[in-house]
């Protein structure tokens, strides 16, 4: 069975300034996705980044990056020139890659981010 | 773009009653779909896997008779909280993803259940 632990329970940023959530997973497998959700306060889950194990490269996405360290099983998202709109419960997920299992997700406990002007 | 909508977004019923939850997905055929139950400020958990024309795929700890899962089209999956009481109150999201292997993830609006 897969585990994802966040271990920041809350963390709160100025705007313009860049704030990283932590993310640690653990599994026996060798090929598999990890995801960032965000999550804002109308629940809707909008993913933000998704990084494929086998790929060395790190993800990136406009503001948003990751630190993917796969041999330590670490998954942190960067969030540069943080915006109020960034305000929002951040999930990191794990995913199986391939047949029945694409698409069940693991999700860490969550972050709570404030963004504050 | 691929959208996934849910209904209803709210519903109030009274303890012993049964409600049902639709996840449609709107212009992409979803062979799979999945519930989650999420609590108030924590994480998703899984609770089964829907596949169209088969039984749904329970996780451990969920109660198959209590949350029914019926995917009768490439289009519609319902859930169905049978004999609903006020433990059950939560909110209930779907996700869907299209047939071929890599696509993306498609996540409904959620539904905020409470039985009274």
């Known amino acids: 069975a897969q585990t994802v632990t966040q271990s920041q329970p809350e963390m709160s940023v100025q705007e313009a300034e860049t704030v990283t959530l932590s993310c640690t997973y653990d599994?026996?497998?060798?090929?598999?996705?990890l995801f960032w959700y965000k999550q804002p306060p109308s629940r809707q889950m909008i993913l933000v980044i998704r990084?494929?194990?086998?790929?060395?490269q790190n993800a990136t996405e406009n503001r948003f990056s990751v630190n993917f360290q796969k041999a330590a099983k670490s998954f942190s998202l960067k969030i540069s020139d943080s915006q109020l709109g960034d305000t929002a419960m951040y999930f990191c997920a794990f995913m199986r890659a391939g047949g029945t299992s694409y698409g069940k997700l693991t999700f860490g406990q969550g972050t709570i981010l404030t963004v504050h002007p | 773009g691929a959208v996934v909508s849910q209904h209803p977004s709210r519903v109030i019923c009274k303890s012993g009653t049964s409600v049902k939850i639709e996840c449609r997905s709107l212009d992409f055929q979803a062979t799979t779909m999945f519930w989650y139950r999420q609590f108030p400020k924590q994480s998703l958990m899984l609770m089964a896997t829907s596949n169209e024309g088969s039984k749904a795929t329970y996780e451990q700890g969920v109660e198959k008779d209590k949350f029914l899962i019926n995917h009768a089209s490439l289009t519609l999956s319902t859930l169905t909280v049978t004999s609903a009481h006020p433990e059950d109150s939560s909110f209930y999201i779907c996700?869907?993803?299209?047939?071929?292997?890599?696509?993306?993830?498609?996540f409904g609006n959620g539904t905020r259940l409470t039985v009274t």
């Open positions: 990084q494929e194990a086998y790929k060395q």
């Open positions: 996700s869907a993803r299209d047939a071929p292997y890599n696509s993306p993830l498609h």
């Open positions: 599994t026996s497998e060798s090929n598999y996705y």
